[in-house]
């Protein structure tokens, strides 16, 4: 991976809204009905929201009937720490 995927992964995290969404997520899968109630934010914001983590790969998804369920991807968090390792390892 290049540093624009990289910095595309690391806006990803860069806010508060997401970063909440994430430690919301690290409960269970929760449907986008319960984290509207919780954000208290409008469908199109979170959809926003929601979109930049899925691409990240930090966040999986499933539809079922109409609504979104999402949830912690762990292979994309294990992604991601290897990513911010490679930038911050000190033992070199």
Known sequence: MGYREDARKIKALADENRLAIMMSLQQKE??????????????????????????????????????MHYSLSKE?????????DGYIRTDK
């Open 76 to 84: 994309g968090a294990i992604a991601f720490r290897d990513m911010i």
């Open 30 to 67: 929760k449907c986008a009905c319960y984290l509207l109630e919780e954000l208290n934010i409008s469908q199109s914001t979170l959809s926003h929201h929601m979109k930049l983590l899925c691409d990240s790969g930090l966040v999986d998804y499933r539809k079922e009937g109409k609504w």
